[in-house]
């Protein structure tokens, strides 16, 4: 089992996924929209030989309560295509995932953007593929209503077509920069795509040179049906809910049978759950701080999260009395479904569903850097993951815990790098560079 070892992705929301994460004491609370606390984030990040640094993306304000939406940390963020190249310039191997919504932008500024940020980060770029669950982005881009759920799933499969088709549009020897001759690039090694498809029209080509990655690593999220085909299909690393193991396991054996039915290798899929870590000195003192972060949660904010999860106004529930059937919505579908099963097999009320969402509701480790570690590997040697995005409780102290006490223990065991060994993100990630579709070889 030496043979496998973690991957380590930084799920930076932009900076924790906890509610309570901005009021913990010691916490930066302005580090969501603060360059010089990200810049030292992502720098002590790529000092522990972190896989990526993963910024998540909101095309609009959280479809919550005024009153829980007035406690969240996250109502303001640097758009994620911007932040990137900026703390690109400030690294030097940490891979930089970026989240970009194909029901809300244009395939053609997606693979400019992204090619872009492949070249100015010499062959760092991620994009995290996902269809917008938050039904109020709509009324941001012009659009009267979301679409629906399946209808998002379609446009996305040819979204991917069409954004790996652009980045494909030159051969990598296009450009020849004859000085002597006068040529600059060849025409003959130039693709146009010409797309006409059920959702998108896009001729090309892509005006940016193929990028270093051959195409930035492609990143998806999706518990659903639909979002488990999707990922099948077209990812190379893949978000996962985290939750209990055997779940876990089950959607690992799931996603990597459906990539080997579609003709894929199953080996070149990395499957990084979400991991909420919480370290201390002994296991009480992880749990202490863990509660603490958890008092920190209004029940407001509490409430407006389990709305978000549910996509209705969990306020009109009796708080104390067990959760109501939900109604189908457009929303994401994962998300609801996992809320449900967890108030249905816990038989939590609404209140404690809340309470339990409006902290984190998934995987959390919370322990001392053994015990830490000890979960790790369990996971790992288990086929319950390929690694974890790891979630820090708050910053810098949290992210400063793990990567000083815990990354040292795995890296003790075999199971983590010492140095990095490549230079791109696919290096890391243990990926091949993909041919060019028009100019193989």
Known sequence: MRDRKLHLGAFMRPVSIHTGAWRYPGAWADANFSFPRLKYLIQRLEAAKFDAFFMADHLALLNMPIEALRRSHTVTSFDPLTLLPALAAVTERIGLIATASTTYNDAYHVARKFASLDHISNGRAGWNLVTT???????????????????????????????????????????????????FWDPARMHVLDHKGPELSVRGPLNVARPVQGWPVIVQAGASDAGRQIAAETAEMVFAAGGRLEDAQAYYADVKARAAAHGRDPDRIKILPGALVIVGDTVEEARAKHRHLDSLVHLDSAIGSLSVAL?????????????????????????????????????????????????????????????????????????????????????PAGLEEFCDKVVPELQRRGLFRTEYEGTTLRDHLGLERPANRFFPG
């Open 311 to 395: 996509g209705v106004d969990a306020r009109q529930f009796d708080l104390d009395g067990p959760l109501p059937e939900i109604p189908e919505t457009e929303g994401g579908k994962s998300g609801r479904e996992r809320a449900i099963a967890m108030a249905r097999r816990e038989k939590l009320t609404v209140r404690q569903l809340a309470q339990r969402l409006g902290g984190y509701g998934g995987l959390a480790l919370v322990g001392t850097a053994a015990t830490i570690a000890d979960e790790m590997q369990h996971w790992l040697e288990s086929r319950g993951c390929d690694g974890f995005n790891v979630m820090f409780p708050f910053v």
């Open 133 to 183: 669950a938050n039904p109020d982005a709509a009324l941001n881009f012009g659009h009267d209503a979301h679409m629906a759920h399946g209808e998002r799933y379609k446009r996305a499969r040819e979204f991917y077509d069409v954004v790996t088709g652009l980045w494909d549009s030159f051969a990598d020897d296009a450009f020849i920069r004859d000085q002597e001759s006068g040529i």
